[in-house]
Nanobody, 115 residues
Framework: QVQLVESGGGLVQAGGSLRLSCAAS????????MGWYRQAPGKQRELVAR???????NYPDSVKGRFTISRDNAKNTVYLQMNSLKPEDTAVYYC?????????WGQGTQVTVSS
């Protein structure tokens, strides 16, 4: 079955950087669009970054210029490089794989940014 396993979360000071990874298995990775979402306590899950099968990416204004999504189809892995982190970036970050109506999710990884 499809599995998405996130890693790389942790505690970092404001202004610091983290790199999240999401390893996929049980699916033809290259044909899926991939994305990262986050959910902070008491808030709705929100899109952080998305990358198409051809490598086109998009970001909300809140992270644009600070976060970069990339994918390595040979390793079935998608990455999220997060720079200039802010306390408001604190959340659980989820990896997602998207193909038409199908949408798979990882278990999430906690990112905490201290001020």
């Amino acid at each position: 079955q499809v599995q998405l396993v996130e890693s790389g979360g942790g505690l970092v000071q404001a202004g610091g950087s983290l790199r999240l990874s999401c390893a996929a298995s049980g699916m033809p990775f290259s044909i899926y669009a991939m994305g990262w979402y986050r959910q902070a306590p008491g808030k709705q899950r929100e899109l952080v970054a998305r990358i198409s099968t051809t490598g086109n990416s998009n970001y909300p204004d809140s992270v644009k210029g600070r976060f970069t999504i990339s994918r390595d189809n040979a390793k079935n892995t998608v990455y999220l490089q997060m720079n200039s982190l802010k306390p408001e970036d604190t959340a659980v970050y989820y990896c997602t794989a998207i193909l038409g109506p199908m949408n798979y999710w990882g278990q999430g990884t906690q990112v905490t940014v201290s001020s």
